[in-house]
């Protein structure tokens, strides 16, 4: 099981923005901005890099749900990042997809 699989499970705690059957949505416990939520959906895809045509519809909704995150934590004004990190280059750490929120401060560009 994922460490993220344990959330969804309600095994481990976090602190949860939105949820409902298919993605949940929780603040990340090492935030790298003043709003840092993850995005996950409840059904495990590894990496973005093995989705297929099946996940479509999810991954669509992954994606509108970084639109209610941004609603309900006051971002859309300010503005906020949405990143995916895929595999060792890019720093993925848990095998289990999730969309990274930040937000709340200026962001540099290009990444690290
Ligand atoms: P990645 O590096 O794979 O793109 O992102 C994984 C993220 O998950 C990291 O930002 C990390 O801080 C976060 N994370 C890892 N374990 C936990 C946990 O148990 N709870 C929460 N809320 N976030 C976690």
Do not use: C
Request: net charge neutral; hydrophobic share 45%.
């Amino acid at each position: 099981m994922t460490i993220f699989e344990k959330i969804v499970a309600r095994e481990i705690p976090a602190k949860i923005v939105w949820q409902d059957e298919d993605v949940i949505a929780f603040h990340d416990v090492n935030p790298g901005a003043p709003v840092h939520v993850l995005v996950v959906p409840k059904r495990v895809i590894p990496r973005i890099a093995e989705s297929t045509a099946a996940d479509q519809a999810l991954l669509g909704k992954l994606l509108l749900t970084t639109r209610i995150v941004a609603e309900k934590l006051d971002l859309l004004t300010s503005g906020y990042r949405v990143v995916i990190n895929n595999g060792p280059d890019a720093g993925e750490s848990v095998p289990h997809l999730h969309v990274h929120v930040l937000g709340k401060r200026k962001l540099g560009w290009p990444p690290g």
